[in-house]
T-cell receptor, first 111, second 109 residues
Framework: DVKVTQSSRYLVKRTGEKVFLECVQDMDHENMFWYRQDPGLGLRLIYF???????EKGDIPEGYSVSREKKERFSLILESASTNQTSMYLCASRPTGFEQYFGPGTRLTVT | QKEVEQDPGPLSVPEGAIVSLNCTYSNSAFQYFMWYRQYSRKGPELLMYTYSSGNKEDGRFTAQVDKSSKYISLFIRDSQPSDSATYLC?????????FGSGTRLLVRP
């Protein structure tokens, strides 16, 4: 059974704080993704990585950065959190092919 | 124009009804199409996928793609309250999945 875990289910941070969201997958998948999900907007891709230390911008990378130092771990970093980054953040992993496996999500509130 | 469009609903039906969920897409190069189901406070899970045009059936679920009209459908027969969830359609394109915004379905007992 594929397992994608995210470090927190709920997180509350203050404006200007640096925020780290961690994602770990246990299936040796090459590809990992970070999305945010907002009502009416669906899932929007922030960043993805197809190998260790490799990263590609998605559709909405502004205000975010990522790190992938190990194959199983993909981190999303909000350098200076803002209220418009309040959202549900979803991590996913994928082997070669197209079937993606999602984590349970982190609901981040920035006050 | 979004590449994959989906009516957000909500769609409310009585138990046992046939449900039709639909998406349209704009890029004729899309070949693989997926349906994900997302329960409240959970991540999406893959329900079905189809390649190019045609139908695919899995139990009570049927996925259909009509490439001539760029239309993706998911049919649920004999709907159950446990089918209440948000359903997301997606198209695969160059490393990425492009998602519709999701349709919220409520099946009333």
């Amino acid at each position: 059974d594929v397992k994608v875990t995210q470090s927190s289910r709920y997180l509350v941070k203050r404006t200007g704080e640096k925020v780290f969201l961690e994602c770990v997958q246990d299936m040796d998948h090459e590809n990992m993704f970070w999305y945010r999900q907002d009502p009416g907007l669906g899932l929007r891709l922030i960043y993805f990585s197809y190998d260790v230390k490799m990263k590609e911008k998605g559709d909405i990378p502004e205000g975010y950065s990522v790190s992938r130092e190990k194959k199983e771990r993909f981190s999303l970093i909000l350098e200076s959190a803002s209220t418009n980054q309040t959202s549900m953040y979803l991590c996913a992993s994928r082997p070669t092919g197209f079937e993606q496996y999602f984590g349970p999500g982190t609901r981040l509130t920035v006050t | 124009q979004k590449e994959v469009e989906q009516d957000p609903g909500p769609l409310s039906v009585p138990e046992g009804a046939i449900v039709s969920l639909n998406c349209t897409y704009s890029n004729s190069a899309f070949q693989y199409f997926m349906w994900y189901r997302q329960y409240s406070r959970k991540g999406p899970e893959l329900l079905m996928y189809t390649y190019s045009s045609g139908n695919k059936e899995d139990g009570r679920f049927t996925a259909q793609v009509d490439k001539s009209s760029k239309y993706i459908s998911l049919f649920i027969r004999d709907s159950q309250p446990s089918d209440s969830a948000t359903y997301l359609c997606a198209a695969y394109s160059s490393y990425k999945l492009i998602f519709g915004s999701g349709t919220r379905l409520l099946v009333r007992p």
